[in-house]
Nanobody
Framework: QAQLVESGGGLVQAGGSLRLSCTAS????????LGWYRQASGNERNVVAA???????HYADSVKGRFNISRDNAKHKVYLQMNNLQPEDTAVYYC?????????WGQGTRVTVSS
């Protein structure tokens, strides 16, 4: 079982940066694969970036070169550094963790990018 809590969302102007954090309460954090998803109003939830327990990363094409996902196993945290934000990045961002057949979601944090 894992509980995820996101933070770091907010309002930013286009071209600005934000860093999202997600803290996971579980003793098996290093074994988790972790990801950031986002859901814009009226749209489905899609993966933005993921980092496996091996450290391998994956990015959606729309954020490559602008976003960076990282993890700190000692602090039980996963981060999403978002640079050069654009209005189309506006969404609720969710942290997801998975291991085996189990998956866990945070409550989401809203990111709004103004033009």
């Amino acid at each position: 079982q894992a509980q995820l809590v996101e933070s770091g969302g907010g309002l930013v102007q286009a071209g600005g940066s934000l860093r999202l954090s997600c803290t996971a309460s579980t003793v098996r954090f290093s074994g988790l694969s972790l990801g950031w998803y986002r859901q814009a109003s009226g749209n489905e939830r899609n993966v933005v970036a993921a980092i496996l327990n091996s450290g391998r990363t994956h990015y959606a094409d729309s954020v490559k070169g602008r976003f960076n996902i990282s993890r700190d196993n000692a602090k039980h945290k996963v981060y999403l550094q978002m640079n050069n934000l654009q209005p189309e990045d506006t969404a609720v961002y969710y942290c997801k963790a998975w291991i085996g057949t189990g998956e866990y979601w945070g409550q989401g944090t809203r990111v709004t990018v103004s033009s």
